[in-house]
């Protein structure tokens, strides 16, 4: 029997393997933050793997699908939760970024620990809002919606065996050798010729449009590598000559914690494609649909911290605003110096990052009672505070990515009211419910917090 944490490791594998043969650039990608990682190792010890193990790392990756309706979504959230992942998180795009992306995403991830450790394959995945008016007037919708109903992403064998797979939490050998089959299949780019005019008619909203409602497949837009130091793989990557988006995205390069995610990306790459016209020849063009993008993950922040975040990057913003001449990179490393703390154990006692706790098993055996504050339990020595690495994605970095990889600016009417779109809306429209990230951490932290508690003998912490 192959368990659903196999059949992830195997799925990600092989679409890695995919995704190297049919986009080159992305096997450069891997072997630089290959390279990164193992130099970082070498330098750091240790202390390098704080936020998870080599192996880990070096297997990690996160994809990107698009799809147009709520019943694709639902087959996906089958496809994946055959592999152990749900739903979680709930990201708008939509006022993201100065350029229109009309999608509204969830990320789907395993949830527990160990199955994170196991393997933590993720999937970015975006639906799209034909509803909103801001993008689509009610003749583009009507079409859209059309278009989208006639086509079928994946095989019904798929989403039985997904069905089997999500229910029995594991599949017979033969039976998981064709699910992955299948699967990787499903989200290979398609050679079907695309209807030019259909797809241009998108285009014009938004290019997110065009690639999701333009053709009859989905695909997997970029996989990304996690790597320990994404300054200096960037910089590698500059030197081999591939061009890079011009930021890194999320949170400066500091001294201090590395927290939630930085990330960046080449952009994407202009791959022949065949070309349907309306007289119904077929012709040779071009299309931009995939990238390569990579990330540094770093320790998962509470709301709070969530908060202060959030409200440094509009410092950032206003700061930048008013020094043009500043490189923003540096404007947000002075923000933060003076706005976050410089370690992990004040992002600890100001509740502003999840860690797990544990009875330091070389505790003081003077036959003294353990104080009963978490901050003296940890500066006696009694306990240990783990970092716990973030898992999710951010709004503002995912907008940066979608848009530096868009051609155009697209179009959005701003004059009209958006529709609502929100996690619960996700959740009834998958039929699964979107997990609150924060939620999931807070858990892990609860669950250790109690196991160090029996351990001292102690009265909760
Ligand atoms: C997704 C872009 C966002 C991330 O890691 O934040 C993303 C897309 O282009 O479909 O992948
Ligand atoms: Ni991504």
């Given at each position: 029997m192959i368990s659903q944490w196999q059949l992830r490791a195997a799925f990600a594998a092989r679409l890695s393997d995919m995704y190297g043969r049919e986009v080159p650039a992305y096997t450069t990608l891997v072997d630089v933050s290959r390279e990164v990682n193992e130099d970082v190792l070498r330098a750091q010890g240790a202390d390098a793997q704080r936020l998870g193990s080599i192996s880990r790392v070096t297997a990690e990756r996160h994809g990107a699908i698009r799809v147009g309706t709520p019943r694709e979504l639902r087959q996906v959230a089958r496809i994946f939760g055959a592999l152990g992942m749900r739903p979680v998180g709930f990201y708008d795009l939509r006022e993201a970024a100065a350029s229109a992306i009309p999608v509204v995403s969830t990320a789907f991830r395993p949830v527990d620990g160990e199955e994170l450790a196991r393997n933590p394959f993720r999937v970015f995945t975006s639906l799209l809002?034909?509803?909103?008016?801001r993008f689509f007037d009610a003749d583009l919708r009507a079409r859209l919606e059309t278009f989208l109903a006639g086509?079928?992403?994946?095989p019904p064998e798929l989403l039985t065996l997904a069905d089997r797979a999500d229910a029995e939490r594991e599949l017979p050998e033969p039976e998981a050798e064709r699910f992955l089959q299948l699967a990787v299949a499903a989200f290979e780019l398609s050679t079907e010729p695309v209807d030019k005019a259909w797809y241009e008619t998108l285009e014009r909203v938004s290019a997110v449009a065009a690639d999701i409602g333009g053709v009859r497949s989905t695909h997997i837009n970029h996989l990304t590598p996690r790597v320990l130091d994404i300054d200096e793989l960037y910089r590698r990557m500059t030197d081999r000559g591939i061009e890079m988006i011009d930021t890194i995205q999320g949170?400066?390069?500091?001294?201090?914690p590395d927290v939630l995610l930085r990330q960046t990306s080449f952009r994407a790459l202009a791959e022949p494609r065949a070309l349907r016209l309306t007289d119904g020849t077929v012709t040779r063009g071009a299309l931009r649909v995939r990238f390569g993008e990579v990330e540094a993950r770093g320790i998962a922040l509470t709301r709070e911290g969530r908060a202060l975040y959030d409200h440094l990057l509009t410092v950032v913003d206003s700061e930048a605003a008013h020094r043009p001449e500043a490189d923003r990179s540096d404007v947000a490393r002075t923000v933060w110096e003076e706005h976050?703390?410089?370690s992990e154990q004040e992002l600890a006692a100001r509740k502003l990052a999840y860690f797990t706790y544990h009875a330091a098993p070389d505790r003081p055996r003077d036959g003294a009672q353990p104080p009963s504050a978490l901050g003296e339990l940890l500066s006696q020595g009694w306990v240990r505070a783990e970092p716990i690495v973030y898992e999710d994605f951010l709004p503002r970095s995912a907008a940066g990515i979608f848009q530096s990889n868009l051609n155009g600016e697209g179009s959005r009417n701003n004059d009209q009211e958006g529709a609502s779109y929100d996690a619960e809306w996700l959740s009834g429209a998958m039929g699964r419910e979107v997990l609150d990230p924060f939620a999931l951490y807070e858990e892990q932290q609860n669950a250790s917090l109690a196991r160090v508690t029996e351990q001292l003998g102690q009265k909760p912490l």
């Open positions: 809002t034909p509803a909103d008016p086509r079928k992403l994946f949170p400066p390069a500091w001294k201090g976050l703390p410089h």
